[in-house]
Nanobody, 114 residues
Framework: QVQLVESGGGLVQAGGSLTLACPLP????????LAWYRQTPGDQRRWLAS???????NYADSLKGRFTISRDDAKSTLYLQMNSLEPSDTAVYYC????????WGQGTQVTVSL
């Protein structure tokens, strides 16, 4: 299994924005629903958003329209645009397919300060 590599995290003030990226092998990118997840210490990894091969997105209700998932077919890359970030968004963010077909990567840390 391929281990995915997420990027784009960092430290941002509340109200700020970040865009996460996740390049995937072409065979996985083309054939699967793609998704973002996040995990905070002591909690399970939770699904945030997913997008189908025909660009239909789906989001967790908790995101309240602040996040946008997208996929770039030419670059075989999944993105997560995060706006109006809140301290409660602080977490490690991961990407993967649905169903899971890749090793979980290290994730990318997002820290939102007051």
């Amino acid at each position: 299994q391929v281990q995915l590599v997420e990027s784009g995290g960092g430290l941002v003030q509340a109200g700020g924005s970040l865009t996460l990226a996740c390049p995937l092998p072409r065979n996985l990118f083309n054939a699967n629903i793609l998704a973002w997840y996040r995990q905070t210490p002591g909690d399970q990894r939770r699904w945030l958003a997913s997008i189908t091969t025909t660009n239909r997105p789906n989001y967790a209700d908790s995101l309240k329209g602040r996040f946008t998932i997208s996929r770039d077919d030419a670059k075989s890359t999944l993105y997560l645009q995060m706006n109006s970030l809140e301290p409660s968004d602080t977490a490690v963010y991961y990407c993967n397919t649905i169903p899971i077909q890749s090793q979980w990567g290290q994730g990318t840390q997002v820290t939102v300060s007051l």
